[in-house]
């Protein structure tokens, strides 16, 4: 269960290479990797990410945890960045091994939508007009909700 | 006296202008602690304007502002996450 | 959009790094890969895969092109081995690439809810016991369903 | 008489013997040429005798019982599929 707290660059596809051991008990293997979005009409120029140094890894074991035991993952990577990023830069990745996709799938949605509001980050862009901080969206509240039932 | 390590994330860190700074306060709850640093300057004052929008993390958990504090205790508040 | 069925062994992590081209109006990149699972007390000793070679390419760009459609991804991909393969070999792989999570995450579970049951491989597992073709589930084809709403 | 390439996968092509044969027949739909197989021998009789677990390509498209056959047609007999 490894979990990356970082600045550097990483590529998802040679993380999901050595996450990969091969284990004949497990049947199905999710990634997923987050991606600096620019849009044409309003292109970001570079995302800052904040982070809480003493809490982040901390709360992120905690969301892992959560995962791990309820859909009896076999392993289960975290990657996420902090400090400057531009377009095109992967900012997080999760992977998920379990014994059927359903599991790997549930699992991989349930860290992303954790992580996105229960992990001590947060994003500024730098816009050609300006700073400003990322706002969190109701949405994101609502799918912290969905896992609750 | 109660001695606090309080530190700030994001807009919250810009609008007081610290990351962080040791407080001495009789505070019992971080709501307590809240009332102590808006008193204090327009900046603290500004920052803690919205408190439905602040979230609060005591000894590096999640909590609430009726959350206890104790000497020792580090306080921090900050916008709602956006990782991922 | 590629689509390769294929003898040849591949390697995820590997086609990952190759699929994502960076696309900066793309923010999210999600990746399923299917694994020959072996279990202790009933070891698979090897997996065979027939397929229909005039129709199995053809039935997988229909599903691509509907998940392209639905979910306006920006690349897609699939690889579906078929021949001979053995405990930990990857079967196939599918990977999205959306502007947002959501539809990155629900098209990559629509490529396999419907390579499961609409796309013609056939399986058949090799144990010490002997040869038995592996049966469709009732709740493959009910995972189809839930994509008609 | 048309002529209509026939195809077996998986335990239907076992059970036949066959990976796929040309065959003359008279039939209308994929039901009739179905009746016209069974009535031949008894492995074909065997690989047919559960219609509900099997499914049908017509011009590798996934079709049902009730498809018309053309002269030419390539026409595929398989249990149901297990990709992914």
């Given at each position: 269960m490894r979990v990356e707290v970082q600045a550097e660059p990483f590529v998802p596809g040679e993380q999901l290479s050595k996450f990969?051991?091969?284990?004949?008990?497990?049947g199905a293997l999710v990634s997923f990797s987050g991606i600096v979005r620019s849009d044409k009409l309003d292109p970001v120029n570079m995302l800052e990410i904040e982070h809480y140094p003493g809490m982040t890894e901390r709360a992120i074991r905690a969301i892992v945890d959560e995962a791990v035991e309820r859909w009896q993952l076999i392993d289960c990577l975290v990657i996420h960045r902090h400090g400057q990023l531009f377009p095109g830069d992967h900012i997080m990745m999760v992977a998920t091994l379990a014994r059927h996709r359903g599991a790997a799938f549930a699992a991989a949605e349930f860290l992303m939508d954790f992580l996105k509001s229960r992990a001590p980050f947060w994003k500024k862009e730098f816009t050609a007009q300006g700073q400003r901080w990322v706002d969190s969206r109701q949405e994101d509240e609502a799918a912290i909700d969905r896992w609750s039932g | 006296m109660k001695q606090v390590e309080v530190k700030y994330f994001a807009w919250v860190r810009e609008r007081i202008g610290l990351s962080g700074e040791l407080v001495s306060t009789d505070a019992d709850t971080v709501r307590e602690l809240v009332v102590e640093l808006r008193a204090r300057e327009q900046r603290y004052e500004l920052a803690f304007s919205?408190?439905?929008?602040l979230r609060v993390a005591v000894n590096h958990t999640l909590r609430d502002l009726d959350t206890a504090i104790e000497d020792g205790a580090e306080v921090a508040f900050f916008p709602p996450m956006t990782g991922g």
């Open positions: 990969h051991a091969d284990r004949i008990d497990a | 919205d408190l439905a929008s």
